[in-house]
């Protein structure tokens, strides 16, 4: 089972950690990201960290502001959101899967997808003042 949490409302500029803890599973042996879905758009990705090669992505939206980490220990990952915008709202998720991180590496982009084969519950975060 995973879990996101952490969510809630915050104004522009400010900062939010989302906590996503699995339990009945070890969450280093998969690849791990952290996706999005804004009220009537698709679901995008937003970082990710594959089991491959432990290599991180991020969305060229995100990238110098958000952080994402894994504590092995807690079974838990995590991202860090920092400078957040208006258009950072949204309905984030935390997904697993056992392949790599889905999507296509161009010249130093991320074009993220979103095929991931387990996904956990969302938690809101809303950026407002």
């Known amino acids: 089972q995973l879990q996101a949490s952490g969510g809630g409302l915050v104004q522009p500029g400010g900062s939010l950690r989302l906590p996503c803890a699995a339990s009945?599973?070890?969450?280093?042996?998969?690849?791990i990201g952290w996706f999005r879905q804004a009220p009537g758009k698709e679901r995008e990705g937003v970082s990710c960290?594959?089991?491959?090669?432990?290599?991180?992505y991020y969305a060229d939206s995100v990238k110098g502001r958000f952080t994402i980490s894994r504590d092995n220990a807690k079974n838990t990952v995590y991202l860090q959101m920092n400078s957040l915008k208006p258009e950072d709202t949204a309905v984030y998720y935390c997904?697993?899967?056992?392949?790599?991180?889905?999507?296509?590496?161009?010249?130093?982009?991320?074009?993220?997808?979103?095929?991931?084969?387990?996904w956990g519950k969302g938690t809101q975060v809303t950026v407002s003042s």
């Open positions: 997904a697993t899967d056992t392949g790599d991180c889905p999507g296509l590496m161009y010249e130093s982009t991320w074009y993220p997808g979103t095929d991931m084969g387990y």
């Open positions: 009945g599973f070890t969450l280093d042996l998969y690849t």
């Open positions: 960290i594959s089991n491959s090669d432990g290599t991180i």
